[in-house]
């Protein structure tokens, strides 16, 4: 990564000498979204240098699962991102179906779908909610995310059984068939959303404060984005329109029509706003989901142990977060040889020193959050 | 945008409008929401709290179909060791993502719910501060021995042997799983006797052709006899 960092000299102002400030913020800085230290560089209150540090949620998630058969570390990957366990299944059973090619049921994709777009509605729900709490509104914003977010988990518990840690996804389809009027309150849910986005909206989208504090700061470019490899709402923001689910078209999202909002600018305010219109699309696609689902089987014809041959596949997504990959190389044996998580949250920390730069210390709270990270998939 | 301010104006006006509502909209009275829950299996009054230990809160137990806390191990009725499913196949054990179950094999055969000689769990324990709740032992198990309980009120003062859960303890009747998990428990059910059904059909199917062949045997050996007969009077006659 290139230095962009002006060369602070140390000041000398009316013959006094001032020096730097280093401030180590984290790792339980309520700001740093779980157990995230930043040592920060200032010269009164702008930001020289800044050095993210760490692995203090290390769970050697990788390793584990070279360890363990296929099947056994489909719950670990429920704690990689555990806002978004629904889509990491996702993104692991695409991988692990490409080792033993095998056919996804009809009714499997469209829940798989409807699954993703819940999922991605309570990530950036909540996100919202924690990014104005960062903002200093604290509580209300927060509360009020997290109030639409429960129904929606709701929905995940009645479906799976556990509320975040759902486990619901396998190779080949899922593990049961949603209960009876399931798909009725998931209707219920996705007619109502809107009504409170409209609500959030009217509450923080012409807000002065909010205005003021996001618009301008944190300004990512468009090259610097593309290439870090940043990538989900955090690169569309930056202007670039590129979207997994149109791309790949993993699973059936070809059958859907919905739109790729990207912003321009790439600041705070731009990452924010992404958020808010992707919601808005995330809930198209669950009506048009939810209109074209069927009855039929859920599981197709997969093995629960298998011994898969020789091979190399890479299973990747559009998770709420950014491109969710999962690289498995077998060797013939019912374990991975390798297992390799390619985590969003990891890949779009790393410009957090290039946004931070020649900022306020108060503006890099609001970086991070924009970000949206979660510690469980940084670390793994 | 018109006036300074106006935008933190419209803002407030959503707080006060939410927050003098939750006085008055019926359905943000109450913080819980249980309208996707059947009329019946609303908690109805204190009184339906527990007021035993071990005890459960009375139907709250079945939140869904599909809830799901620790592994329990079924047996069908009476006894529990007399008719418990689980023949210590020890496939759970190795395919559990944390590594929290423990079972020995039993040295001697015991009749089983099937009434065939079987082997049987000598001790299963399961540490359920080590459970993390996947179900992966549910799935993997191929005699539906082993099911989700929903019992939740598990705290204890005793840190190490408390939360260690012991044959015994985990042992349930087939009757408790219906009452659990209505639906998956009559589904398991019938999944068992199509299968069992199918066995026994194929075994049938398997006896018959047996019988068919060694008719079919019986009659080539006689065929041949009456054959080397005739070659013998044949060369009898030469």
Same mark, same amino acid.
């Given at each position: 990564?290139?230095?962009?960092?002006?060369?602070?000299?140390?000041?000398?102002?009316?013959?006094?000498?001032?020096?730097?400030?280093?401030?180590?913020?984290?790792?339980?800085?309520?700001?740093?979204?779980?157990?995230?230290?930043?040592?920060?560089?200032?010269?009164?209150?702008?930001?020289?240098?800044?050095?993210?540090?760490?692995?203090?949620?290390?769970?050697?998630?990788?390793?584990?699962?070279?360890?363990?058969?296929?099947?056994?570390?489909?719950?670990?990957?429920?704690?990689?991102?555990?806002?978004?366990?629904?889509?990491?299944?996702?993104?692991?059973?695409?991988?692990?179906?490409?080792?033993?090619?095998?056919?996804?049921?009809?009714?499997?994709?469209?829940?798989?779908?409807?699954?993703?777009?819940?999922?991605?509605?309570?990530?950036?729900?909540?996100?919202?909610?924690?990014?104005?709490?960062?903002?200093?509104?604290?509580?209300?914003?927060?509360?009020?995310?997290?109030?639409?977010?429960?129904?929606?988990?709701?929905?995940?518990?009645?479906?799976?059984?556990? /509320?975040?840690?759902?486990?619901?996804?396998?190779?080949?389809?899922? #593990?049961?068939?949603? $209960?009876? =009027?399931? +798909? &009725?309150?998931?209707?219920?849910?996705?007619?109502?959303?809107?009504?409170?986005?409209?609500?959030?909206?009217?509450?923080?989208?012409?807000?002065?404060?909010?205005?003021?504090?996001?618009?301008?700061?944190?300004?990512?470019?468009?090259?610097?984005?593309?290439?870090?490899?940043?990538?989900?709402?955090?690169?569309?923001?930056?202007?670039?329109?590129?979207?997994?689910?149109?791309?790949?078209?993993?699973?059936?999202?070809?059958?859907?029509?919905?739109?790729?909002?990207?912003?321009?600018?790439?600041?705070?305010?731009?990452?924010?706003?992404?958020?808010?219109?992707?919601?808005?699309?995330?809930?198209?696609?669950?009506?048009?989901?939810?209109?074209?689902?069927?009855?039929?089987?859920?599981?197709?014809?997969?093995? /629960?142990?298998?011994?898969?041959?020789?091979?190399?596949?890479?299973? #990747?997504?559009?998770? $709420?977060? =950014?491109? +969710? &990959?999962?690289?498995?190389?077998?060797?013939?044996?019912?374990?991975?040889?390798?297992?390799?998580?390619?985590?969003?949250?990891?890949?779009?920390?790393?410009?957090?020193?290039?946004?931070?730069?020649?900022?306020?210390?108060?503006?890099?709270?609001?970086?991070?959050?924009?970000?949206?990270?979660?510690?469980?998939?940084?670390?793994? | 945008?018109?006036?300074?301010?106006?935008?933190?104006?419209?803002?407030?006006?959503?707080?006060?409008?939410?927050?003098?509502?939750?006085?008055?909209?019926?359905?943000?009275?109450?913080?819980?929401?249980?309208?996707?829950?059947?009329?019946?299996?609303?908690?109805?009054?204190?009184?339906?709290?527990?007021?035993?230990?071990?005890?459960?809160?009375?139907?709250?137990?079945?939140?869904?179909?599909?809830?799901?806390?620790?592994?329990?191990?079924?047996?069908?009725?009476?006894?529990?060791?007399?008719?418990?499913?689980?023949?210590?196949?020890?496939?759970?054990?190795?395919?559990?993502?944390?590594?929290?179950?423990?079972?020995?094999?039993?040295?001697?055969?015991?009749?089983?719910?099937?009434?065939?000689?079987?082997?049987?769990?000598?001790?299963?324990?399961?540490?359920?501060?080590?459970?993390?709740?996947?179900?992966?032992?549910?799935?993997?198990?191929?005699?539906?021995?082993?099911?989700?309980?929903?019992?939740?009120?598990?705290?204890?003062?005793?840190?190490?042997?408390?939360?260690?859960?012991?044959?015994?303890?985990?042992?349930?009747?087939?009757?408790?799983?219906?009452?659990?998990?209505?639906?998956?428990?009559?589904?398991?059910?019938?999944?068992?006797?199509?299968?069992?059904?199918?066995?026994?059909?194929?075994?049938?199917?398997?006896?018959?052709?047996?019988?068919?062949?060694?008719?079919?045997?019986?009659?080539?050996?006689?065929?041949?006899?009456?054959?080397?007969?005739?070659?013998?009077?044949?060369?009898?006659?030469?």
């Amino acid at each position: 990564m290139t230095s962009a960092a002006p060369n602070y000299e140390l000041l000398q102002q009316d013959g006094l000498e001032t020096s730097l400030l280093e401030v180590s913020m984290g790792p339980h800085h309520p700001s740093t979204h779980g157990v995230f230290r930043m040592d920060v560089k200032l010269d009164g209150e702008t930001v020289v240098d800044l050095k993210p540090v760490f692995g203090y949620l290390h769970r050697n998630h990788e390793k584990l699962a070279e360890n363990m058969t296929y099947l056994s570390s489909m719950p670990f990957t429920d704690r990689l991102d555990y806002f978004n366990s629904m889509t990491n299944n996702w993104a692991y059973a695409l991988a692990a179906e490409k080792l033993i090619e095998v056919e996804v049921p009809e009714r499997a994709e469209y829940l798989r779908v409807i699954m993703a777009e819940l999922t991605r509605l309570v990530n950036h729900v909540s996100l919202v909610g924690f990014f104005l709490n960062d903002l200093g509104a604290l509580g209300t914003p927060l509360m009020y995310a997290f109030r639409e977010r429960e129904k929606i988990l709701d929905l995940f518990e009645q479906a799976s059984g556990a /509320r975040m840690m759902c486990n619901y996804f396998r190779f080949g389809g899922l #593990r049961n068939d949603v $209960p009876e =009027g399931w +798909l &009725g309150r998931a209707r219920e849910v996705a007619d109502r959303f809107p009504v409170f986005l409209d609500e959030y909206e009217q509450l923080l989208c012409e807000n002065e404060i909010i205005l003021s504090r996001t618009q301008g700061v944190g300004v990512l470019s468009r090259e610097l984005a593309i290439s870090a490899g940043i990538t989900g709402p955090m690169l569309r923001a930056s202007g670039v329109n590129y979207d997994l689910r149109k791309v790949d078209q993993y699973g059936i999202y070809d059958r859907f029509k919905f739109r790729v909002p990207y912003g321009e600018a790439g600041d705070c305010y731009d990452r924010f706003m992404i958020r808010m219109l992707e919601m808005r699309e995330s809930i198209e696609i669950l009506k048009q989901a939810l209109d074209g689902i069927e009855d039929g089987p859920v599981m197709g014809n997969a093995p /629960r142990v298998f011994k898969p041959k020789p091979a190399e596949v890479y299973g #990747r997504i559009e998770g $709420p977060k =950014g491109e +969710l &990959g999962f690289y498995l190389i077998a060797d013939g044996t019912p374990k991975p040889y390798r297992y390799r998580v390619r985590p969003p949250s990891l890949i779009n920390l790393t410009v957090l020193r290039d946004m931070c730069l020649g900022g306020k210390i108060a503006d890099t709270v609001i970086i991070l959050g924009s970000i949206d990270i979660v510690l469980g998939e940084v670390d793994r | 945008m018109s006036i300074l301010g106006g935008g933190i104006f419209k803002g407030m006006a959503v707080t006060l409008r939410n927050f003098v509502g939750s006085y008055f909209y019926r359905d943000r009275l109450v913080t819980n929401d249980y309208s996707w829950r059947p009329e019946d299996k609303l908690p109805q009054s204190i009184g339906d709290y527990p007021k035993e230990k071990g005890e459960q809160l009375r139907d709250t137990t079945t939140v869904t179909n599909y809830s799901r806390n620790f592994p329990m191990l079924l047996h069908d009725g009476g006894e529990p060791m007399d008719t418990v499913r689980c023949v210590a196949c020890q496939i759970c054990e190795r395919e559990c993502p944390p590594q929290c179950i423990y079972i020995e094999k039993s040295t001697e055969k015991k009749e089983n719910a099937g009434g065939k000689p079987q082997f049987y769990p000598a001790t299963f324990d399961i540490d359920v501060s080590v459970c993390m709740s996947c179900q992966i032992c549910v799935e993997v198990c191929p005699f539906d021995a082993i099911v989700m309980n929903s019992q939740f009120e598990l705290s204890t003062p005793n840190r190490f042997g408390g939360l260690l859960v012991r044959r015994d303890d985990l042992l349930k009747s087939n009757d408790y799983y219906h009452r659990i998990h209505p639906e998956e428990a009559a589904a398991r059910d019938k999944r068992m006797a199509d299968e069992k059904a199918a066995k026994e059909a194929k075994k049938k199917a398997a006896a018959e052709a047996a019988i068919k062949k060694a008719e079919e045997k019986a009659k080539a050996e006689a065929e041949a006899e009456s054959k080397e007969e005739a070659g013998d009077k044949k060369e009898g006659a030469e």
